[in-house]
């Protein structure tokens, strides 16, 4: 498939929370891209300055639990990383992750287990799916209204649009 | 019909009839607030619309909480930047160092039964308490709403606590929700309402309705609530609340009811590093504590402080443990002036701080050491968040809190 991209996973355990994803005393560094050097400092040390572009991060259980922090999916935007996938997701995490246009994607157990850190998968986006271990997982596709805001490039962009078309209206 | 709590109030302020869980629906905002260390976030997003001002100032919050007294040369910047949104957007309602937003909120009368209610912060579960739908937001999703008034929300699936008999002798309303949690785990109501009915919730304060909802979101809950009853229009009629958001629910039908006996409850400690890591506090007796902190938006109330008082009245904590008061708010600070309690807990051998969340999020006034172990009424022990990794905090009861702060070790209230 033309469109796949191989990319290398980054595996995590349950209840990753907002703190470990950036802690509390990283968050008055004076920009996005310094605080992004210290992600994930306590559960994975080597995630920040060894994540690449594209590459995706695979959760089990309540992924982004904890702080309403939005540095928390920003730092992990930030070093590039654009698909997470869990076994299931905090909720004001997830609802971050979609407004800054980063894409949450629930999995099962048994797919999660089938991830292994640090080893390459194919991402096919043309057809949203992921082939791990010559299985398939197909990511379910988002409401249309998410589809939207994540098209926009987040809830920023979305708003802004949807303002100046009211605006043309008028 | 037969929807819960949560859907009437969802239906209500996105202008339907009814709702479902799963559905989408676009929600008008009662309450926005937010608090000093997103507000730079916020404005800096709000910047970004095209939109040049708020939607509704009136209903919009701003309180300095967690950086206060300054902890950092950046921290006057946050207060500096909240003042200037303030004079631009003709925002009236802004606390500098007044308390705890989630203290703030229903003190001064901003939240009200039936209201929608979104915060910068994860705790805002906690309004829930005076029958409201409250829940916490990100920076750009609150921008978003300051600019719109409007938020998008899925319908959640409502789980049904319902609570039966009285508590014992020794038990608190934290040792419900700490139970809570042991039963649902820290994401067992993930995207979920939680709603709390029953023939013991006449019995439960304000303040003790406030200490469970606060801890709805360490379930993973999108909102915890109870049903408003004379209690609540009691509390919003000393507060001012606008009650005109009131809805009135019928037989409800819930995904999933959890009955619970009071009397069966005893009191129980959240062990270090996991908030859902609950075991009843005999399981932990002896174990030596070095700080004790009494304090934040689970138990940092007026109500809280008389138990806890009343357990120290008259005796030294040991020279080892660092005890700890951080009233929610000025208003409870001025009453433990006022009644005599400020003096209780010095004569103990206590600190007591500014209202702030300096402690709780592992910031400033009480932060724990390597080797410490903490006892602490807040709501949050994951690894570091009170200090170093390897500290160990367990979550408690001010009760709990208090009389192992006298013993210098972990002790139950049950046998004082």
């Known amino acids: 498939m033309a469109d796949n991209i191989q990319t290398k996973v980054w595996k995590f355990t349950d209840d990753i929370d907002t703190d470990q994803i950036i802690a509390t005393q990283y968050l008055v560094n004076p920009d996005i891209q310094d605080m992004a050097r210290y992600a994930m400092e306590i559960p994975k040390p080597a995630f920040a300055s060894s994540v690449q572009k594209d ?83 197909n990511l379910s596709p988002f409401p249309s209204f998410v589809e939207n805001i994540l098209a926009a490039g987040g809830l920023i962009a979305h708003v802004t649009q949807q303002y100046n078309a009211n605006q043309e209206k008028i | 019909m037969s929807q819960t709590l949560t859907e009437k109030i969802l239906a209500r302020a996105s202008g339907q009839k009814s709702v ?39 209903n919009i919050v701003l309180i300095a909480d967690h950086e206060v007294p300054a902890v950092s040369e950046w921290a006057g910047e946050c207060y500096k930047t909240m003042l200037r949104f303030a004079d631009a957007q003709n925002i009236k309602q802004i606390h500098i160092a007044e308390g705890v937003c989630h203290q703030l909120i229903p003190e001064k009368g901003y939240v009200g039964p039936g209201m ?75 995207y979920k309402a939680i709603e709390i009915t ?9 303040a003790d309705r406030l200490t469970i909802c606060n801890m709805g979101v360490e379930m993973g809950a999108k909102n915890a609530l109870f049903a408003p009853d004379e209690n609540t229009m009691a509390y919003i009629k000393e507060s001012g609340a606008d009650a005109s958001c009131l809805v009135n629910v019928e037989s409800p039908i819930y995904a999933q009811t959890i009955k619970m006996n009071l009397n069966e409850i005893k009191p129980m400690l959240a062990f270090p590093k996991g908030v859902d890591d609950v075991h009843p ?21 007026y109500e809280d402080f008389v138990v806890a008082a009343n357990i120290i009245r008259g005796k030294k904590v040991p020279g ?97």
Request: glycine share 10%.
């Open chain 2, 20 to 58: 479902s869980p799963g559905d989408i629906v676009d929600v008008s905002v009662n309450t926005a607030f937010i608090h000093d260390v997103f507000i730079s976030g916020v404005v800096e997003e709000f910047s970004k619309l095209p939109h040049k001002k708020v939607w509704q100032p009136d």
């Open chain 2, 198 to 206: 029953g023939s013991a919730v006449k019995n439960l304060t304000m």
């Open chain 2, 281 to 301: 506090v005999e399981e932990a007796i002896g174990t030596e504590i070095h700080e004790a902190f009494i304090g934040s938006c689970t138990n940092g109330r």
């Open chain 2, 116 to 190: 929608v209610l979104v915060g910068t912060d994860s705790h805002t579960t906690t309004h829930g308490a005076l029958g409201a739908f409250s829940t916490g937001i990100g920076t750009t999703e609150m921008a978003a709403v300051l600019a719109t008034g409007k938020i998008w929300l899925k319908v959640p699936e409502t789980i049904h606590f319902e609570l039966s008999g009285s508590l014992a002798k020794g038990v608190y309303a934290k040792d419900i929700v700490l139970s809570m949690l042991q039963i649902l785990g820290a994401e067992g109501a993930t």
């Open chain 1, 55 to 137: 590459d995706i991060i695979v959760a089990r259980n309540n992924f982004g639990c904890g702080s309403s922090r939005e540095q928390a999916p920003l730092v992990l935007k930030t070093l590039g990383v654009k698909i997470i996938l869990a076994v299931s997701f905090a909720r004001i995490f997830y609802r971050n992750c979609i407004n800054l246009g980063i894409r949450p994607y629930e999995i099962k157990l048994s797919q999660y287990d089938l991830f292994e850190d640090q080893t390459k998968v194919a991402f096919d986006s043309q057809n949203n799916c992921i082939e791990v271990k010559n299985e398939i997982i």
């Open chain 2, 320 to 416: 080892h443990v660092r005890f700890i008061i951080t009233p929610a708010s000025m208003h409870i600070y001025k009453r433990l002036i006022e009644d005599g309690l400020a003096l209780d807990f010095i004569n103990a051998g206590a600190m007591i701080t500014n209202p702030g969340c300096g402690l709780c999020y592992g910031k400033h006034g009480g932060v724990l050491s390597k080797t410490d172990v903490a006892i602490a009424s807040n709501n949050r022990n994951f690894p570091g968040r009170l200090g170093h990794k390897d500290s160990q905090v367990y979550l408690a009861s001010p009760a709990t809190v208090a009389w192992s702060a006298v013993n210098g070790k972990i002790s139950s209230p049950e046998v004082m």
